[in-house]
């Protein structure tokens, strides 16, 4: 089955620290990797995704490869700002299969101090 | 274009009561997908429907929860009886039509508090 296994939490950085919360995962076929963020009180925000092998995702300086070989997702961000406080959540999507069941990892709590 | 919508927000309610979750999707989606969020957990996909079709209700309980998506109007989670265990985030999401690359919509979600 499909399945993400991210980096546990809680992360907490100082701002203009650079954040790295690692991603892996099983599927079969060629899945679609997604991070979305899910900042306080609010829902789930899609915050960027790569459809192929070598793919690069970026957003809000947010950046992710999709790394076939080492079945990764990594999220990084070069300088954190308070503002990135948030939960982030590592997704995949198995298009082979068109499935629609995003299967999720538990999320990574980051909190930015100034 | 609107997105997902969902109401209430925030929803209270006792032990033995219903609970009813509503989700217009985006303008165009004909599909609609319910996910809950325990305390501390990832996101769990529930059930799939479209239009008066429940596609995939593989991931909802067996007891108490049923969803519909009528011809007219919002989707509906309904959740019978509730008790504390489900207290929890309740995510509606929409697409289009499923094609390549499987991009799906959330809405900011029903926080369910049972007490």
């Known amino acids: 089955g499909n399945s993400v296994t991210q980096m546990e939490g809680p992360v907490t950085l100082s701002e203009e620290a650079f954040l790295t919360i690692n991603c892996t995962y099983t599927?079969?076929?060629?899945?679609?990797l997604f991070w979305y963020v899910q900042y306080p009180g609010e829902g789930l925000q899609l915050l960027l995704k790569a459809t192929k092998a070598d793919d690069k995702g970026s957003n809000k300086g947010f950046e992710a490869t999709y790394r076939k070989e080492t079945t990764s997702f990594h999220l990084e961000k070069g300088s954190v700002q308070v503002s990135d406080s948030a939960v982030y959540f590592c997704?995949?999507?198995?298009?082979?299969?068109?499935?629609?069941?995003?299967?999720f990892g538990a999320g990574t709590t980051v909190t930015v101090r100034a | 274009n609107a997105g997902v919508m969902q109401n209430p927000r925030h929803l209270v309610r006792r032990r033995g009561q219903e609970a009813r979750l509503r989700c217009s999707p985006m303008?165009?989606?004909?599909?609609v997908y319910w996910y809950r969020q325990l305390p501390e957990e990832g996101l769990k996909f529930m059930v799939y429907l479209q239009k008066e079709n429940i596609i995939d209700e593989s991931g909802m309980p067996k007891e108490r929860f049923s969803a519909e998506f009528p011809k007219e109007g919002p989707s509906i989670l309904r959740i019978q009886q509730v008790v504390r265990g489900d207290s929890a985030a309740y995510f509606c999401?929409?697409?289009?039509?499923?094609?390549?690359?499987?991009?799906?919509?959330f809405g900011e979600g029903s926080w369910l508090t049972v007490v």
């Open positions: 997704a995949l999507s198995a298009i082979s299969s068109n499935d629609y069941k995003l299967s």
């Open positions: 599927a079969t076929g060629y899945p679609s």
């Open positions: 999401a929409s697409s289009p039509p499923l094609s390549s690359g499987n991009t799906i919509y």
């Open positions: 303008k165009g989606h004909s599909h």
